[in-house]
Every structure is written in C-alpha cells, then in structure tokens.
C-alpha cells in the first residue's frame, strides 16, 4: 500500500509572508473609483503624498499617490461632502441643458420656410443635365483618370433624369446647410440634419409631384445606404 504524505499545514508567520502588504496610498483613478472628481482632488488634497515612477513607462508622467489617512479624512468633511453632493447635479445639469439645445435647433429646423422653385418640366431637365454635366466636368480635377461623359435630354434614361432634377433642386437649396454650419458640434445636429433633410424632399416632391417617387428613394437610400448588387 502506498502511502500518501500529508501536505503541512502553513503556519500564522507563513501566512503572513503570503499576505501583500496593506495599502497605504491611493493612485488617481483609485480616488475616481471611490467617487472623486479631478476638481475635488486639487481643491481638497492638494499636492500628491508621493511621487512614484512608472514600472513600465519611464519616459511616462510620474504616478501622483495620496495617503489613505488623509484620503479618509478629507471624506469625513462637510467640504467633501458638499463638493460630492454638487459633482453629482453637475451631470443632470449638464444633460438637461444639451435636451434643451436640442429642442431649440429642432424648433428652428421645423420653423424654417423652405421655397422649391417651381419651374415647367423642360426647363427642370435642361437645368438638371447641365448642372449634371459641370459636376462631371469637375470630377476631372479631383478624380484621376475621370473621363466626362456629357448627357443630354434626350438621351437620358428616365430614372436618371429623375435623380438629376431633385440633385438639381437640392442643390438650389443648398443655402439651407449654412443653418446646419451654424450648428457645427453642438447638441442635435445630427436629428436637425435628418429634420432638414425629410423637409427638403417633401418641399421638392410637393413641388414636383412626378418627383415624389425619386424623392422617397434617395430618403431611403440616405436612411439605409444604396441596394446592395
């Protein structure tokens, strides 16, 4: 029979040895997860207890570490207390002002008149293939290799027609997107873009009802990207 030793017992000193020593300062991102914000850490703890260079990044900024005692004394102040209590509105304020915002850029993108010129047929196509042929002139400058391939009225297939002339009329209403530039990166850009984008198709489709059709698909293709094939 064989027989199994058994494995000792570690003492209360071995023990010990294996415990990692106690904490005794807290790193920046340890204050931020106990709730401190970078403002409450330079008003209430001022300069860091200890210095302490990166292990992995010499060249990095040295690790700046507060001492757990006063960590721990700071929060049992009223001070702290306040300044928590006023970090924690700071994120609702913050969120119902941008909601605001929001509903103003909205308000004005729904307000603004948008007038589709109303023009015969005819003169639409011809507007329409012309402006169609300089944006081929133009993709010579920009695009290498680009060879013009002018169009005409008459030669061109009817759905191409189509898109031209709305390309056209949204390009008459480009005087529009000065609105969006005045909103350049502030809240609601995004929802006054597609607000001011379903206005211009409903103006032109109102205007042009052979239209309606090319505008509902140039919408949908914006919303849901072009077929695939």
Request: aromatic share 6%; net charge positive; with cysteine.
């Amino acid at each position: 029979m064989t027989t199994h030793e058994k494995t000792p017992e570690p003492d209360d000193r071995t023990q010990e040895r294996l415990q990692p020593p106690p904490r005794t300062h807290l790193s920046a991102a340890g204050l931020r997860a106990r709730g401190w914000t970078p403002g409450m850490m330079r008003q209430l703890l001022g300069e860091p207890d200890l210095l302490r260079t990166n292990p992995h990044f010499r060249a990095a900024p040295q690790t700046r570490l507060y001492s757990i005692e006063r960590v721990v004394a700071v929060e049992r102040s009223e001070e702290f207390r306040a300044a928590s209590a006023a970090a924690a509105r700071r994120p609702a304020a913050a969120r119902a002002a941008a909601l605001h915002r929001r509903r103003e850029v909205l308000l004005r993108i729904a307000a603004e008149p948008i007038e589709v010129p109303r023009l015969a047929p005819d003169r639409l196509a011809a507007l329409a293939v012309e402006h169609r042929n300089r944006l081929e002139e133009e993709r010579t400058s920009w695009r290498w290799g680009h060879v013009p391939d002018p169009a005409t009225v008459d030669g061109a297939d009817p759905h191409a027609l189509a898109r031209w002339k709305v390309d056209y009329l949204r390009h008459r209403l480009t005087r529009y997107d000065k609105i969006l530039d005045e909103l350049y990166g502030r809240t609601g850009r995004a929802a006054a873009e597609e607000l001011l984008r379903h206005r211009f198709y409903a103006a032109i489709a109102k205007a042009h009802p052979a239209l309606a059709r090319e505008c509902e698909r140039q919408l949908r293709e914006r919303q849901c990207g072009p077929p695939p094939g």
